[in-house]
């Protein structure tokens, strides 16, 4: 539960916003629910939807509206290429159809050791440096531009030992 | 020559009534005797079956609303993979024509999305009581080769989700 | 007075006020702006793009701030694109173009967007044939689509929102109309968006999912067949069913409602509770529109619950008890031995009835009883009821008029549950400025838009409205919508609040009656029943119609000292009923024409829907049979020459005529037409508005003008 697990967070995150607007703090509630596992689980999406005074059907509208938040397990790390227009141009769709390729998966799969996720997904606002993704993880979220096939499968084995 | 003119009639005649005499009779010996329909006759319905067995007919009603003489009753029901009549969700549970005022138009086959009802070659309508012609479902469907094709069936789950098949432009 | 605007559309000049968005303009002059997100009873979105039309407003000269006059016109700057109709508020000298080359290509093209990923598995569809995504797609779209057929999107078919609601997500086209029901409207907002563009999904996450006792209006508005109720589903074609006017008899509020019927399969086994079986059915109940009561809603109740008058275990045939036996005899037989019975005994008779009777047979049974001389009586209605008669919300009362200056006190009554339509109106009332007060021993869902939320003890809410007195006292309009506490004290309070506005419009009180015309019996003057044991063990005969006062508990059985020669009419079987001398059986309100005087006091008139049930025979027509046979004249040959007797007889109702209640008016939004995208599928109300009582104040009123 985030109320005992990070109950200074939360506090925080609440006295950002006055009182009669606390549904304004759902979006770093659920980036701090998110923190742990990679995804919104069904109790937080309660709770959250307890804590700032709506619907848990908005709450879940809210993870399904917007790229950043998950409510499924997936791998450790979201590789998230931007396929939009200017991307696309740039050659976006060929690098992500590649980088499938050699990771052995479908765009939207997980690779078998549950280690990268890859997934196309709306502007990143990164349209001058694409080939690019971003890579959302328990660190953070971190850009990787002008990337090519070979560059992000490197990244990927680093992360690998990283890891282990 | 007034005399010899009716003579020569009635020679003419004759010759005609002796020249059938030796053609091959037209008769056809019905009924150990039939001739061929023609392609497009139409006949008694036929309610169709896909390959599989499946029932074509998705119970739309598009027949009974088409139909001019209001012979057609249809009344629909859901389908479950348990217990399948046609592909997609919707099947007739119902399926009545009244062959007495089917006027055979044959505007229910052009009404039927995925043809399943079709007017079939048999014409040998009779019946001694009213009631009798009110063909039920059963009676319209076709035969199955085997009774596993029978429906309903047990589907395999996400297999027939769509009423309405992809269909080639009728050619006739 | 709202400022006019004069504007011309398609070449056609109106005159709307300020502020009217274009669609709605055009749609008083007859010319149909195609919508789908767009919803006259809700804020418009601009989302489908479909209402695109161009737009041209006069030139101003900078100089001299007039509008530039160009060979003696005004000359008129077209925008370099076209403007959503339901977004753009009108403004003077507007040209709108909804037929231009223009225009007509972006509706085209529209609908080929929205048909990517439609399924377009009408025949299927339980919306097929009264679609507007399907109307709107043979007047407007292109036969052929650019777009590959392969690849359609693809989704789940049978989703269920709820028990009551399925989501076809392939059919969604994402208008919204659902998610801003819920949120505008009904006030859950359980439903949304999940995901983006091509992926967009209806989602409900809430627990439990899907509930809203207003769910079924969702159906109703969603322009294609995305959302179809459990009960209906694919239950018939819509072109196949015949329409018939009624009214809802669940609650006081007194919906207008329509039933849709059709003939059932000879051949059909009997499904469930119910035996079609070559009879005419109803399929589905449909809101009628009438703004001044339910405006296009129902409730599920309404929607969904009608289904008892179709059980299998409705009585046929009347029943006489010999030997402790019921058994069945004809009509005659029936009647003879009631007034063999009765007519010993006239003054000892009471008339127990429900307020679940119509106008036309409480009458009659004041009738008998007046013409007896015995008593008459309602079964189990609202303590302090009867003073809604004399300070009950008179007419011109409009819920939906009410805003910013109307006090609406809601005292021990959970209106939601109760009667949800009122809930409803009530809820959009404080949101458009009225103030709420809420006096309740329990939380109610209400209680989220009340400006003064009083809580209390069960029995103490009189108290509590009393000392709301002063508060009350200066609100320009108050209406006051009491329920059950326990004793006829609050009934009391509340008239008190409301003694010196009696007579004017939005003022007065509204009983949140138990069942559907209670107000009714109460204006004919039927007496409460108070001590219903005692009324039991004095009488000789007690005539029961459509009570069961031993199946709810008012009565216990093994108390009774002496039992009276019962006579009960009814629909079923019930407790009360096995108990019975003679049983009639009686027509449910779908069988028959009559009318209900709904808790705000309007006379509506309902008509049947489907052939009568076997030998039974309409309540005021059997009361009228038992009446001719004991000597007494009451009228029993129709509802309607009742009804003419009634209006003689009952200050009240004078004037009131089946005719009258027939007579309707053109009402906003307009809907049920050809264009049945613009309001969904509520019918349109040709079968009458009804007729408020209270009139005689307001004809004094005016009067004195």
Redesign the interface.
Known sequence: MLAEKYPNEVKKILAKYPPERKQSAVMPLLHLAQLEAGFVDRHAVVEIAGICGITETDVAEIIGFYTLYHDAPEGKLRLQVCTDISCALRGADEFLAKVCERLGIQPGGTTPDGLVTVEAVMCLAACDKAPMFQVQGPDGIAYHENMTVDKTMEFIETARKEVK | MPVLEPIIELGRGLFTTLRSMFEKPVTVQYPEERKPVKPRFRGRHVLKRYENGLEKC?????C??ACPADAI?V????NSDEKRFSP???YAS?Y?INMLRCIYCGFCEDAC??EAIVLGDQYELSFTDRKQAIY?KDMLLEAVAASQLLTPQKTEPGKF????P?MKDPQD | MAKMVSLTIDGRPVSVSEGTLIVNAAKTIGIDVPVFCYHPKMEPVGMCRQCLVEVGRPAIDRATGQPVIENGQPKINFGPKLETACTTPVSEGMVVLSQSDKARASQKEILEFLLTSHPLDCPVCDKGGECPLQNLTMEHASPQSRFLFDEKHHAEKRVPLGDKIWLDRERCIQCARCIRFQEQVAGEPVLAFYQRGRSTDIITSSEPPFDSIFSGNTTDICPVGALTTADFRFGARPWEMKAAASICSLCPVGCNVTFNTRREAKSRARTGTTTAGGKVVIKRAMPRQNEQVNEIWICDRGRFEWHYVEREDRLEKPLVKKNGKLEKVSWKVAIEEIGNKVKGNKEEVVVLASGRLSNEDLFNLKQLADGLGGEALLYDSLPGGELTTKYGVSAGTNIGDMGAGTTILVAASDLYHEAPIWHLRVKQAAERGATLIIVNSEATRLDKYAKHLVRCEKGEAAKKVRELGAAVKDAKNLVIFFGADGSSALAEACAELVKSRAGKPNNGLVGVWPRANDQGALELGFKPAQDLQAVFEKASVVYIVGADPIGDGAIKTQNVKRKPFIIVQELFLTETAKLADVLLPAQAFTERDGSYTSGERRVQRFYPAVPALGETKADYAITALIAAELGIEVEGRSAGLVMDKLAAAVPAFADITYGKLAETTEQWPIIGRADLYYGGTSYQNSQGLGVPLGRENKKAEEGSL
Do not use: D, H, Q
Request: net charge negative; glycine share 8%; proline share 8%.
């Open positions: 998705i119970g739309c009603a598009l009974a609303a009753f009344e629909s029901s859901e997609g969700e919707r119902t009545e999305p995925t039920p989700t769509r009423s309405v992809e």
